[in-house]
Nanobody, 126 residues
Framework: QVQLVESGGGLVQPGGSLRLSCAAS????????VAWFRQAPGKEREGVAC????????DYADFAKGRFTISGAVGGAPVTLDMNNLEPEDTAVYFCAIDRFQEGRCKLSRDPYDYWGQGTQVAVSS
């Protein structure tokens, strides 16, 4: 019943910006975390940013710090990822995911996350 749908991907020039959204439905978890992951062709899926619903704790991958901002989750708000100063290396399919048992800091590793969306394509042309 849990459903995650990503949106907001597209083609953007280097230096441009995009806002990704994660629409989540079908759950009433007390504590959870929402994370964005990405996967480029030939590479493993990697964590981008995460946020918790209880206090809004956030964490970012090194490549995302200072450029990307994750928002939402607290009070069940939709989660967004604002991406700025995009680079060709940011080209990937971006996924949102939920860790239903997260009560503290969220993780950027893949294993804790229980539910995943289908992904949205982000392409940064050079």
């Amino acid at each position: 019943q849990v459903q995650l749908v990503e949106s907001g991907g597209g083609l953007v020039q280097p230096g441009g910006s995009l806002r990704l959204s994660c629409a989540a439905s079908g759950f009433t978890f007390r504590y959870y975390a929402v994370a964005w992951f990405r996967q480029a062709p030939g590479k493993e899926r990697e964590g981008v940013a995460c946020i918790t619903n209880n206090i809004g704790y956030t964490d970012y991958a090194d490549f995302a710090k200072g450029r990307f901002t994750i928002s939402g989750a607290v009070g069940g708000a939709p989660v967004t990822l604002d991406m700025n100063n995009l680079e060709p290396e940011d080209t990937a399919v971006y996924f949102c995911a939920i860790d239903r048992f997260q009560e503290g800091r969220c993780k950027l590793s893949r294993d804790p996350y229980d539910y995943w969306g289908q992904g949205t394509q982000v392409a940064v042309s050079s």
